[in-house]
């Protein structure tokens, strides 16, 4: 029931991870958006981890 919701989770997840990446090897880079980049990625992983108990229940 829950696994095409924590798939999606995942992706974005995975998604914010390269977005972080490549901010992170830019000559200039912008730290405010990786501190943003950063706080969705523990947020979702937050859901991830709520989803992944709800499934294992």
């Given at each position: 029931?829950?696994?095409?919701?924590?798939?999606?989770?995942?992706?974005?997840?995975?998604?914010?991870?390269?977005?972080?990446?490549?901010?992170?090897?830019r000559?200039?880079?912008?730290e405010?958006?990786?501190?943003?980049?950063?706080?969705?990625k523990?947020?979702?992983?937050?859901?991830?981890?709520?989803y992944?108990t709800?499934?294992?229940?």
């Open positions: 029931m829950y696994t095409a919701r924590l798939k999606s989770l995942q992706e974005k997840h995975t998604s914010i991870d390269t977005q972080i990446e490549i901010e992170e090897n000559p200039y880079r912008n405010v958006l990786i501190r943003m980049l950063k706080k969705q523990l947020l979702l992983r937050d859901e991830i981890m709520e992944d709800l499934e294992a229940a």
